[in-house]
């Protein structure tokens, strides 16, 4: 039982949001498991993508073919982010790529912020749009591959004694609040870059593109 679980923890889930259309998709064929909330599965269908499930309240989104599992989640007092992640967290599954989570209404974007800061202790997620990837960083965080691409720390609201290596502006036991200081548009000068703190909840912005050298 106990070697089950853990083997449902590695595996992988692709969840679509309703929010800024990804312009491009993920091999989906690495994810073992994947689902949209009702008003993103119209952008699943039109890339021929088949989900495992679509969850929501279907106040606007009627014609799902049969073949389809249709969770229906009614309850108004939690978003429809909210709900999926339970529903995956239920099922099992802890490390979630989660694409469509900002764009379009800004309000419903800081408001998957706070749902990810809820659920920070229980899932893995990484957030995916047509700029960046962003995720809420552990006390000590090592990212490969980040040469030349800005880096931003975004506090909520607040970051103890950060320390960062392998930016081009280091933060040497420094803190960071939102509304007073934060950490936007530095840039990686190497491929490995490590972030750590004390205390507080830090998300990382990792921008797709690298940025020239002037």
Known sequence: MFVFLLLMKQKKVFLLLNGETPRTL???????????????YHSL????IVPNFVCG???SIKNIPDTIEVIHTPNQDFTDFDKALQLLFDKGFTNID???ASGKEQDHFLGNLH????WKDKLNLTFFDNHSRYFLAHKSTEIANCKGKIISLVPFPNVTSIFTEGLQYALNKEDLTFGERIGTRNKAIKSKIKITFESGNLFIFINHKKQKDA
């Not at 749902?115 to 809820?118: E, P, V, Y």
């Open 98 to 100: 989660v694409f469509g």
């Open 26 to 40: 993920p091999d989906i064929s690495k994810y073992d498991l994947i689902c949209a909330t009702d008003g993103a």
């Open 45 to 48: 269908e039109e890339n021929k």
């Open 115 to 118: 749902t990810a800061i809820q």
């Open 57 to 59: 309240d279907f106040d």
